[in-house]
């Protein structure tokens, strides 16, 4: 069936960097933009960016430019999201997420979700 | 940006019941090219990722049950749960999909009266 497996959850220190992997499966890869969202705790949704796997392509928040960058490995099917210097309030869940296709065209909202990597920034 | 701004940020309602949520953008959504609304909601139960519920504001996913509905154009917009079930009580975001950075609704809390 079609997932996202995302990596497991992250402690960092303040300043540190964190990359966060989501496998693909059960469809083509390269087919299908993915795009990272964030989730503090207790709070609501925070989209960061997206990447095109088939040509790399990617665009993020002007939050978070310079900061978070997005890259893929095509013969795994994986989609990376790096994050540096990292503050206390990117402690958050992190999702990725497959952007919708139909037949004939994709739009940037999001169909199949992993289950989001935790990451956790404390000195 | 486009500010997403929902209402109520919570919501008591009945078993049974209809629950109505809604939400605002503060420009519109409505993309001329396409004739339209670049808005979406998602379903969250805690602990587990959002799932998508309605797109284009009134075409629900496959598998969501018909209870659910979306309706509104340009800058307004609302999720109807017609005969509300215990396992709809969770949160509920919207999201436009218009520009980037495509932006989410605060998120309304559905519990049970």
């Known amino acids: 069936q079609v997932q996202l497996v995302q990596s497991g959850a992250e402690v960092k220190k303040p300043e540190a960097s964190v990359k966060v992997s989501c496998k693909a499966s059960g469809y083509t890869f390269t087919g299908y933009s993915v795009h990272w969202v964030r989730q503090a705790p207790g709070q609501g949704l925070e989209w960061m960016g997206w990447?095109?796997?088939?040509?790399?392509?990617?665009h993020s928040a002007q939050k978070f430019q310079g900061r978070v960058t997005m890259t893929r490995d095509t013969s795994i099917s994986t989609a990376y999201m790096e994050l540096s210097r990292l503050a206390s309030d990117d402690t958050a869940v992190y999702y990725c997420?497959?952007?919708?296709?139909?037949?004939?065209?994709?739009?940037?909202?999001?169909?199949?979700w992993g289950k989001g990597t935790t990451v956790t920034v404390s000195s | 940006d486009i500010v997403m701004t929902q209402s109520p940020d919570s919501l008591a309602v009945s078993l049974g019941e209809r629950a109505t949520i809604n939400c605002k953008s503060s420009q519109s959504v409505l993309y001329s090219s396409n004739n339209k609304n670049h808005l979406a909601w998602y379903q969250q139960k805690p602990g587990q990722p959002p799932k998508l519920l309605i797109y284009?504001?009134?075409t629900r996913e496959s598998g969501v049950p018909d209870r659910f509905s979306g309706s509104g154009s340009g800058t307004d917009f609302t999720l109807t749960i017609n005969s509300l079930q215990a396992e709809d009580v969770t949160v509920y975001y919207c999201q436009q999909y218009y520009s980037t950075p495509y932006t989410f609704g605060q998120g309304t809390k559905l519990e049970i009266k």
């Open positions: 284009w504001a009134s």
């Open positions: 990447i095109n796997p088939n040509s790399g392509r990617t």
């Open positions: 997420a497959r952007e919708y296709c139909s037949s004939t065209t994709c739009s940037p909202f999001m169909d199949v």
